[in-house]
């Protein structure tokens, strides 16, 4: 790469600007029904549904009007929701179909009116977005001479809050990260280029990036959920700075020893190359295993990682080389500090203590890991979605309004459908009958007449859920008894099944436990595998494999401690496990391996497993500190995304990362190599020197 530097510069621009022109746009989607296989019973129920009833239109979006001044609803009040429901009725966009007014709530606080939703749209696209925005804007207008205000809420409208939240999130997420890296490298480097290095490579690793996840999603039909973007901030400003700096360390310590740029770089790479090569290999697997999903969240956020690491890594083995060979010592630009290391630096003591004790150190961060995991027992997977858009979005205002006078499941119904098994009419009598014992189920509050299809052999009920259909009461009440019911009192000969959104979350439930049982297990054996082929030993990928499981569980506990026993959340969201393991697990090996791959390297020169593993900390340590740091801060900044579910995702991962930097990978990895000493390279000869090694084959010869 130092050759051909100019060349390899301008290829990645190229290269950038064709993606950037020719591919499609990344887009997301917040309906969690798409992320299924069709034999869950929500997809069952909502196949049916649109087979036996074509025609049927599901509700886009729910107005919830009440008095400016909180008062009871007047008979003029109702007048005017009329009169304004009718207005909107001529002005909808084609998301959107008919608007049907209710009468007012018991209580006389609430009056809502239901918009029906086109076929031609989801609910959770672009137009059914749009649609909500102008619906707004409509209602503000309309009310002006009223003495009433209205909130739009329902799927629609949600959609539309989350997308906005996700987008001022992304926003922070994305300055907050730049602050952080152009800071911290000013800190560390005292180099204006150094700070300017990973800003400028990102943008171009993200831009290709982008565009292959893009094209990939396309041509696979892949569906991202609406986190992705954030997502994919953080992982390539977080691991594209962590592999420059793994590789400007190492760049750093060639020059201070005498080389000539060029050649320092050509040295760093021979030997922090295979590191991150290798680091990148674990990561981009683990990212994969997640093929094996049944959800195609999974299946698509997955690949999109993996994509962004493979791009980041290239970038990080050809685009940086050339880059810092053109740019030479004026990389380092205007500081001086670089040429000289400076004594007594806190990692020399660091790894001298080390090395001394290793026992010591292995015992206290390993007794901190477990006592931390041994929390991870008490995780309460949470399945309430609502709680990931703001407190002050105005589907979530407009839904709390709601639930003043009416059963909180009213924005949501979920379907109850029955139909013949053998094609055959269904007696009226029998539907009636199953619609009452409906109604006696735990959770449900109304139960609509029945609607029949046109063929006489299918029925559909809406139920309104006493609870909020996010909330973890409805999905528990959908998950035992309503199911139970429904399936237990369905006619003879016919097959009853619950649909919505609400029995779509239960599936999602079902659908992550099996996951877990299928790609933890599959992404550590191949991790173990990356290991053994890198270190050619069956010893040492066993005990790194070991922290980096003790490493999830602390995670996980952490997160138990501060938001189930501290802050008294009723638990955390479900997906929260499946999103440490895609970045501690794979991350954590990452710093294992930058750390085991020093010790080894330092164990070849001649030292002893303790001597070689204070030099690993002494030298690697600031590495995977400053990595640390960075990454550990970039996910921190989810926390100013303003709800609950992102800040629990970022203190976890924060926290993770600080663990698999600065507990695993610095002292639990380096002690135990120090302990194990040579039989951790076993059955390979890792750690022999060139002249042991010259022995050996000589004696075999």
């Known amino acids: 790469m130092t050759r051909n530097a100019w060349w390899v510069v301008l290829g990645w621009i190229v290269f950038a600007v064709v993606v950037a022109v020719f591919s499609p746009k990344l887009t997301s989607t917040t309906d969690n029904s798409e992320f299924l296989p069709g034999h869950y019973e929500s997809i069952k129920a909502l196949n049916l549904q649109d087979k036996a009833f074509p025609s049927q239109t599901s509700t886009g979006a729910i107005l919830v009007f009440e008095r400016e001044d909180g008062g009871k609803l007047t008979a003029a009040d109702s007048a005017d929701v009329e009169s304004v429901s009718k207005a909107l009725d001529g002005k909808l966009d084609k998301a959107f179909t008919g608007v049907a007014v209710q009468p007012p709530s018991d209580n006389k606080l609430v009056q809502i009116a239901a918009v029906g939703l086109d076929k031609s749209a989801s609910g959770f696209d672009s137009q059914s977005m749009d649609a909500v925005k102008d619906l707004r804007s409509d209602v503000k207008t309309l009310l002006k001479d009223t003495d009433l205000r209205a909130g739009v809420t329902g799927n629609a409208a949600q959609s539309l809050d989350s ?13 907050a990260t730049i602050l952080l890296i152009v800071i911290f490298l000013a800190l560390v480097f005292r180099s204006v280029i150094i700070c300017l290095l990973p800003i400028v490579t990102v943008a171009v690793v993200s831009t290709v990036a982008t565009g292959l996840i ?14 992705i973007q954030a997502i994919l901030v953080v992982v390539l400003f977080g691991i594209g700075t962590d592999y420059i700096l793994f590789l400007l360390f190492r760049y750093r310590e060639r020059l201070r020893s005498g080389e000539e740029p060029k050649v320092a770089m050509v040295n760093a790479m021979e030997r922090a190359g295979e590191a991150i090569a290798s680091a990148g290999g674990a990561v ?6 997640l093929v094996l999903s049944s959800l195609s969240i999974f299946r698509s956020i997955g690949p999109a990682l993996a994509i962004a690491v493979a791009v980041t890594l290239v970038a990080a083995l050809t685009l940086v080389p050339a880059v810092v060979s053109l740019l030479g010592r004026a990389l380092f630009w205007p500081s001086k500090s670089w040429k000289t290391e400076r004594e007594g630096a806190r990692f020399t003591a660091v790894g001298k203590a080390l090395g001394a004790h290793p026992l010591r150190f292995a015992l206290v961060s390993g007794a901190v890991l477990a006592a931390l995991a041994v929390f991870s027992l008490g995780f309460k997977p949470s399945f309430d979605f609502s709680s990931s858009l703001p407190t002050d979005a105005e589907s979530t205002v407009a839904l709390k309004t709601l639930q003043k006078s009416l059963p909180a499941g009213s924005t949501d119904p979920i379907q109850v459908l029955v139909h013949s098994k053998d094609g055959s009419t269904i007696d009226t009598s029998d539907i009636t009958a199953f619609g009452s014992e409906l109604a006696k189920a735990k959770g449900v509050a109304v139960v609509s007449e029945p609607q029949i299809s046109s063929d006489g052999t299918a029925a559909m009920f809406n139920a309104v859920l006493k609870d909020d259909p996010g909330s973890d009461k409805a999905i528990s009440n959908v998950r035992g008894p309503i199911r139970d019911l429904v399936h237990t009192s369905a006619p003879s000969g016919t097959e009853a099944l619950v649909g919505g959104s609400t029995s779509v979350t239960v599936d999602m439930d079902n659908a992550m436990a099996r996951d877990y049982s299928i790609v933890f297990p599959v992404a550590a054996l191949v991790i173990l595998l990356i290991l053994a082929l890198l270190l050619r030993s069956l010893v040492a990928p066993l005990y790194l494999m070991a922290s980096v499981g003790l490493g999830f569980g602390a995670t996980l506990g952490a997160a138990v401690i501060l938001f189930q026993h501290i802050q008294n959340e009723n638990g955390l969201i479900f997906l929260l496990p499946i999103y440490i393991y895609l970045f501690v697990v794979a991350l954590g090996t990452d710093y294992n391996i930058l750390m085991i791959a020093r010790l080894r390297e330092e164990a070849r020169e001649g030292r002893s497993p303790r001597d070689a593993a204070a030099e690993a900390v002494r030298h690697a340590g600031p590495t995977i500190a400053a990595a640390g740091v960075i990454l550990a801060g970039s996910f921190a900044t989810f926390m100013l995304g303003g709800n609950a579910l992102i800040t629990s995702m970022g203190f976890a991962l924060s926290f993770g990362i600080f663990v698999a930097a600065f ?4 002292f639990f990895t380096p002690a135990l190599t120090a302990l194990i000493g040579h039989a951790a390279w076993w059955p390979g000869h890792g750690d022999e020197t060139a002249e042991e090694k010259a022995v050996r084959v000589d004696v075999r010869g």
Do not use: C, H, P, R
């Not at 981009?284 to 295993?289: L, P």
């Open 663 to 666: 507990v695993m990978a610095m």
């Open 284 to 289: 981009i697997v683990s990212f994969m295993a």
């Open 214 to 227: 893009g094209t990939a999603n396309k041509i696979f039909d892949l569906k991202a959920d609406n986190s």
């Open 163 to 175: 997308q906005d939240a996700s987008e001022k999130t992304l926003s922070l997420v994305l300055i």
